[in-house]
């Protein structure tokens, strides 16, 4: 088990030598991917909440509330996103109080080979999946749930 990678390996063959682990039962916490024909394909997304961007809309007429907030499923893929790296600003709530902050995601692996477009309509409607609101949250259903199961473990460590 060795987790020492040498510092000219970039994050993509990281996440591809862990992938490989997974699949063939290596890693070290003992959890294993099952072995089937028909492998699933992975895709790795980092959802980041934590930055300064804000969006605004040009038409008064497609502002929504007393924030002038876009409107909720409103996808940001160019000009102001990174020119090597494959990201996205979505933002998928209708703000309630103040200025929406979109969800900026980084797709780091993606296996499938899926368009653009359906893998940010597939992460908007995540957004809707959220069994504790009736509203549509700003980072997808999935992201929440590995939060609370991350919050809970932590207080089993500690106790």
């Not at 790795?44 to 907030?69: L, M, P």
């Not at 929406?100 to 995601?105: A, G, K, N, Q």
Request: charged content about 25%.
């Amino acid at each position: 088990m060795s987790n020492c990678f040498k510092r000219d390996v970039t994050k993509l063959q990281t996440i591809k030598l862990k992938i490989d682990r997974m699949r063939r039962k290596e890693n070290p916490l003992g959890w294993a991917l099952p072995q089937q024909s028909n492998e699933g394909l992975i895709t790795f997304i980092v959802v980041q909440k934590r930055h300064h961007a804000r969006f605004f809309c040009c038409d008064e007429a497609a502002a929504r509330g007393r924030g002038k907030n876009i409107p909720a499923g409103t996808v940001i893929d160019r000009v102001v996103t990174s020119p090597d790296e494959y990201d996205f600003f979505l933002c998928s709530h209708h703000g309630i109080q103040g200025t929406s902050r979109p969800t900026r995601y980084h797709v780091l692996f993606d296996e499938s080979n899926m368009d653009a477009n359906a893998l940010q309509s597939i992460t908007y409607y995540l957004c809707h999946l959220y069994g504790r609101c009736a509203r549509s949250v700003s980072i997808p259903a999935p992201v929440y749930f590995a939060d609370l199961v991350c919050a809970r473990a932590r207080y089993h460590v500690l106790a």
